[in-house]
């Protein structure tokens, strides 16, 4: 059984004394959806797979020194914010530190919700929400018809677009409900919808992906030979 964290940007941050904390709310659903995800390669029989977010992609190079010191496997994700083009710039920035553990959605962890557009209206109905074009194919939509899930600029942007364009949700207003556009929220819808995702679709999509799930792998060969 091989110990795995993932640490994952994300998480709602607060001050308390001076250290980092988590709400308690937003880490767990953070945690659970990308648990979800990774368990589908990652499985019990072989890992104890631990998710932890880590908060804004400042505390990524902190979090590389601890790997450094620790023989246990981690790895991190965050977000790329650009295109693939840009990965080398962004590895150099953490230099001279082992960049090896350091994986990236590309653009953002909304690009891979991007690439599977069907569990939109799916979530849409877990949450009770109103599809105001149902004679409509979201995937049709031409913010991202057509376009390889990687090179969608603004991804987050885009979502929240959709949402807006195609769910509603009913407000209360001067003591009556009426609809009001769903907006996405990155902390709260951004979770649940990782846990909808299907991973193997992930892996064929975005190549950093498939090198972080080989990577796991191969370290996992590696400390049963061991």
């Known amino acids: 059984m091989v110990d795995l964290t993932i640490y994952v940007e994300g998480g709602a941050w607060i001050s308390a004394g001076g250290d980092a904390a988590l709400t308690i709310d937003n880490s767990q659903v953070f945690r659970e959806g990308f648990h979800k995800l990774f368990s589908q390669k990652l499985s019990e029989d072989h890992f104890n797979l631990i998710i932890q977010p880590i908060g804004s992609v400042t505390q990524t190079r902190n979090y590389l020194q601890k790997l450094s010191l620790r023989k246990n496997a981690g790895i991190i994700l965050i977000d790329l914010d650009g295109p693939k083009s840009e990965k080398g710039l962004r590895l150099e920035h953490y230099k001279p530190l082992d ?19 069907e569990i939109l209206s799916t979530y849409a109905k877990f949450e009770g929400l109103n599809f105001k074009k149902p004679d409509e194919n979201l995937s049709d939509d031409s913010l991202i018809k057509n376009i390889h899930p990687e090179e969608i600029s603004n991804p987050s942007e885009k979502l929240n677009t959709l949402f807006r364009k195609y769910f509603s949700e009913l407000k209360i207003r001067g003591g009556k ?38 990577f796991v792998m191969i370290r996992e060969i590696k400390s049963q030979n061991d």
């Open 177 to 214: 409900p009426k609809p009001k556009a769903k907006s996405y929220s990155k902390s709260k819808d951004g979770p649940r919808l990782i846990g909808l995702l299907n991973l193997d679709s992930i892996i064929t999509d975005f190549d950093e992906a498939e090198r972080l799930i080989s």
């Open 99 to 117: 960049t090896s553990r350091l994986f990236f959605m590309v653009q953002e962890m909304e690009s891979w919700i991007l690439s599977q557009p």
